[in-house]
């Protein structure tokens, strides 16, 4: 009985190390220069689309615009180096914007500092706990009440510089801080605005025809140089922030007091919170866009280092990127080599060209904050949501108006707390114990041999594979991500075959994602559907909808399909095809 004991003991170090391998290392096996390429370019052009981004919300977050660009080359660097997901791209993102604004006017910079090494502290014990699993059933109501309300913050913070408000300190407090705007309207710079909405324009009407190079590129380019070129009385990054460092900073211990630490516990955890969350729904979005599966507790781990090791260099917290996540698929990324190029290429604009970036004025990053905010804000998955039951349209207001009107930190703390009742109100509604052990045992399936990676993607089809029964949500953040990032394809493959059931709000973004698709000419095709889902699409009547032909009990059928639509001829299975139902049996 000890020798059995000491052999499971043994088994679940094993497996639990596995879990905590870097993605990099099981990608670089048969590593080829043909995607090593692909890497590069992918890297290439996310590195650029980070570039304005890593200004913008430094500024944003209350700090010098330096901050964002150290913080999206150490962070970037080390979550693609140890990270748990092949194609995550870390950095600054908007979630933290609010959080931060509100330590640095109370705390300072230094208390910036020491609650991101207190939130990578955090994650670090969050993922060696092995809670990366846990924290993915998330209920979605509480993501997007506090990402919408975020994202209507970040809008507020922005108004004065895209209009050019001559006034003084914007008040924190949301009520305040509109007052103080309706009150200065008579000091409307027509320069910076005329500046601000050109950039919208620009960055709105851009990607709708050239997809390699991102708009708030060619708007930054642009507002640059029509202000300079003008000599325009619009404020930029030099006059409010000086010059920027064409350096990385030599890293430095903040310091560290307990007076600090006891008043600070409370945001760091909000912001490792914050960060697990955004983090691993960016790796289930990647997932699902790539056919691979992450490793939860290893992310965590890299986002905890990462969070560390960009505080030392007075950076600002960083965490996954669901935009420049999916930038990076779209372009051929594959391997964590893409987000580690895309570091270097920021550490290489900061070393040579970190003097002409105090050029830009700050109403064109207004103006792209603006737009990150409207995308952020998820308006159409909060308007599907109120068509939900009562209780998660409950649970919804209840964390948009709890981090809009008082505190992201009392709606984190207080949407946790929702979110295990929900969890528990799910568990009693659907009793799949199957999916549920899956997910927590966050294990790679190299061997599934019904893997999407084993099957030939004709060019003009995308394949996007749902895991389980709670992230249904995550589909909808991959088309919204999708709509701004790379050219539509042809058909559209929903791969249904870890989703055991669907329930309203599942059906709800199902049917948001097949009116788009009709709407931009895709052919919408389903696989590997079980049957509750199926009986569920069938009593909405979707399936008239979307059509019995085009929707298959496994994936090699609808990729036939897909080729017909296409004009190729259909081929053989690839590999012996394993019924979803025996492979969940075994």
């Known amino acids: 009985m000890y020798l059995y004991s ?3 003991s043994g088994l679940d170090h094993n497996v639990f190390a596995a879990l905590l391998k870097p993605k990099l290392f099981t990608t670089l096996q048969g590593y080829s220069s043909q995607q090593f390429l692909s890497d590069l370019t992918a890297g290439l052009i996310v590195g650029i689309v980070a570039l304005p981004l890593a200004i913008a919300f430094a500024i ?6 330096d901050k964002g660009l150290v913080t999206a080359i150490v962070a970037g660097f080390l979550i693609s180096v140890l990270g748990g997901s092949r194609v995550q791209i870390g950095g600054p993102t908007g979630a933290f914007v609010v959080i931060l604004y509100g330590i640095v006017n109370n705390y300072g910079l230094n208390g910036l500092i020491v609650a991101t090494l207190m939130a990578g502290v955090i994650l670090v014990i969050m993922g060696f706990a092995r809670l990366g699993s846990v924290i993915k059933f998330m209920p979605y109501p509480v993501i997007v009440g506090f990402t919408s309300g975020i994202a209507l913050i970040i809008f507020s913070s922005q108004v004065k510089d895209f209009f050019g408000l001559q006034m003084g300190t914007v008040p924190v407090d949301f009520v305040e801080k509109w007052i103080a705007f309706v009150q200065n309207l008579a000091s409307i710079n027509s320069y910076a605005l005329a500046i601000a909405l050109g950039s919208t324009i620009v960055i709105i009407f851009w990607q709708r025809f050239v997809h390699k190079i991102p708009g708030t590129l060619v708007a930054l380019l642009l507002s640059t140089m029509v202000v300079q070129m003008f000599h325009l009385p619009v404020e930029t990054i030099g006059s409010r922030f000086g010059e920027i460092p064409s350096m990385l900073p030599t890293p430095v211990l903040p310091t560290i007091e307990y007076a600090t630490i006891k008043h600070l516990i409370q945001p760091a955890t909000t912001i490792a919170l914050l ?29 905890g280092v990462a969070n560390i090791a960009t505080s030392l260099f007075g950076g600002i917290p960083a965490t996954g990127a669901i935009a420049r996540t999916a930038t990076n698929i779209k372009n051929g990324g594959r391997t964590p080599i893409a987000g580690i190029t895309h570091a270097i290429v920021l550490l290489l604009v900061m070393l040579f060209f970190g003097r002409w970036a105090t050029l830009i004025p700050l109403s064109c990053l207004a103006a792209i904050l603006v737009v990150v905010a409207y995308n952020m804000s998820e308006w159409r998955s909060f308007k599907d949501l109120l068509k939900s039951p009562r209780s998660d349209v409950a649970v919804l207001l209840i964390t948009f108006g709890l981090t809009v009107v008082f505190d992201l930190t009392v709606a984190i703390e207080i949407g946790v707390v929702l979110s295990v009742f929900l969890f528990m109100r799910r568990m009693a509604a659907v009793t799949n114990v199957g999916v549920v052990t899956r997910e927590l045992k966050d294990e790679d399936e190299t061997d599934d041999p019904n893997a999407i990676e084993k099957r030939e993607i004709p060019k003009g089809v995308e394949v996007y594979e749902v895991n389980g029964p709670f992230f249904f949500g995550a589909a909808y953040k991959f088309e919204e991500a999708m709509r701004f990032i790379e050219k539509a394809p042809k058909v559209r493959i929903i791969r249904m075959r870890n989703v055991p059931a669907m329930d309203s709000t599942g059906l709800n973004v199902l049917k948001k ?3 788009d698709c009709r709407k931009h000419n895709i052919a919408f095709l389903i696989s590997d559907i079980h049957t509750q889902p199926l009986y569920a699409l069938g009593q909405s009547e979707m399936i008239d909808l979307i059509g019995e032909e085009n929707i298959f009990g496994n994936i090699d059928n609808a990729l036939n399909r897909a080729r017909e639509i296409v004009g190729l001829p259909k081929v053989e299975r690839p590999v012996p095809f394993v019924p979803t139902v025996k492979r969940e049996m075994a």
């Open 275 to 303: 960060a697990a969350i955004e983090s691993l729904l960016s790796a289930v979005v990647a997932d699902g866009m790539i056919g691979g599966k992450h490793r939860s507790n290893m992310e965590l781990i890299a986002q």
């Open 513 to 515: 994602v097949y009116n």
């Open 60 to 65: 944003a977050s209350g700090v010098s615009p």
């Open 6 to 8: 000491q052999q499971c």
